[in-house]
């Protein structure tokens, strides 16, 4: 019995420490499938919060493409806002959703969040790194 207790516990911990499964174009494309029926309305096809059920709420849904994600920019922390919804604003939590449902949606979300933006490392040079076309050692 204490064996048994022990390996279920190997199990439930492994899956706890599992973390996200990879973001696959398949999962992705779900995510947008269940985002065009649970999430439009309020956020808009585009994620700008724009969504005809937008002018109803107080606060207004978040803009995916401008404005920081409140619980965070990670994958995990965003799931987890999908999951459980935030407390105080009209966003409800879906986890009537199959988990891999949510992490499609989650997936696409960050999607819409980079739609269009340069990768982090082209926008922001590194401290003291040389501007792009500049010369070594030259002097501004």
Request: proline share 11%; charged share 20%; aromatic share 6%.
């Amino acid at each position: 019995m204490r064996s048994l207790i022990v390996a279920l516990s190997l199990v439930f911990c492994s899956l706890a420490l599992a973390g996200p499964p990879d973001a696959s174009p398949a999962l992705i494309e779900k995510g947008k499938a269940t985002f065009t029926i649970n999430c439009v309305p309020c956020h808009g096809a585009t994620g700008s919060g724009d969504g005809p059920a937008a002018v109803a709420l107080n606060p207004k849904p978040r803009d995916f493409t401008k404005e920081p994600l409140k619980n965070g920019e990670k994958p995990e922390e965003l799931f987890k806002t999908v999951s459980e919804g935030l407390k105080g604003t009209p966003m409800v939590g879906f986890a009537h959703l199959p988990e891999e449902e949510r992490w499609g949606l989650t997936y696409f979300v960050l999607q819409l969040r980079n739609a269009g933006k340069p990768p982090a490392a082209a926008a922001k040079p590194a401290a003291g790194a040389a501007k792009p076309g500049a010369k070594a050692g030259a002097k501004k």
